[in-house]
């Protein structure tokens, strides 16, 4: 009986310990991505507040993390995402790209326009990855290229899933400045075709970047980044009857991604 006692013991401790490791482990990512919601810069107060956790236990993690290069210390004595991260954050983008490209293209091959996937990184949209039309007259985005996220469908699509409060307090600290005579600059018109996106469950851009481009937009449900995906091209191609043809494909693509990232 002492001998089974024993055995039941280490089995419990190991598996204690098993989960003490894991447990710090998601305890650590929670931290950075509670810091990357909020902006980068928190403090110890802050981070135990918003998890819930001890503020010993916050400031263990936070000085591994510190040591490991995740987290830097500001003079001010709060904590902004550090360097490192942002090795990790190219290679995840290139990854993204690799994985979104048979998606792209599968619509290019559907709807033969360009297709692409954006992120809102900060206060911007983000292109992480295009599948060129193959029509000689095409939309051609350069991957990499950053736009305010007022004038384009992607980030219509993206605000789509944020609180209505996040989407108004980016627009003040971005502005809204006018790219075309299409553009939207007032955040009361904006957000209503934010609601409209909400309810259809797919955005359009009426040359509001650029005259002549139409594109419409769908968010990625349920994927790690603030993710949309598009087609665009020329306005005399992309007719309503494209555009009802693009949303179930474009859907169907969003959430076949979205399965490939989880």
């Not at 004038?151 to 209505?164: D, N, Y």
């Not at 359009?204 to 994927?223: F, I, K, N, S």
Request: aromatic share 4%; glycine share 8%; proline share 5%.
């Amino acid at each position: 009986m002492s001998s089974e006692s024993g055995m039941t013991v280490a089995a419990e401790t190991g598996s204690k310990a098993r989960t003490g490791s894991v447990q710090s482990i998601e305890r650590a990512f929670g931290l950075l991505e509670t810091m990357a919601d909020a902006g980068g810069m928190m403090g110890l107060s802050q981070l135990a507040a918003v998890s819930g956790l001890p503020l010993p236990t916050i400031h263990r993690l936070v000085r591994t993390l510190v040591d490991l290069g995740y987290l830097r210390q500001e003079p001010s004595r709060q904590y902004v995402l550090g360097p490192k991260l942002v090795r990790l954050g190219e290679s995840s983008s290139r990854m993204l790209s690799v994985w979104a490209r048979p998606h792209l293209a599968r619509l290019v091959d559907e709807l033969g326009e360009s297709a692409n996937m954006a992120m809102l990184d900060g206060d911007q949209i983000v292109y992480l990855a295009q599948v060129p039309s193959r029509h000689s007259m095409r939309m051609f985005t350069e991957v990499g290229r950053r736009v305010l996220p007022h004038c384009t469908a992607v980030g219509k699509a993206v605000f789509s899933r944020l609180p209505e409060d996040d989407v108004r307090e980016l627009l003040q600290r971005t502005g809204m400045p006018k790219h075309t005579e299409n553009t939207i600059t007032d955040p009361d018109a904006f957000l209503d075709q934010v609601r409209m996106t909400e309810e259809k469950g797919y955005a359009t851009d009426e040359g509001e970047q650029e005259l002549g481009v139409r594109c419409v937009a769908v968010p990625v449900l349920d994927a790690p980044s603030r993710l949309a995906i598009s087609i665009s091209g020329p306005a005399g191609r992309m007719t309503e009857d494209l555009v009802i043809r693009a949303v179930p494909l474009l859907t169907q693509a969003a959430k076949s991604l979205s399965e490939d990232l989880r």
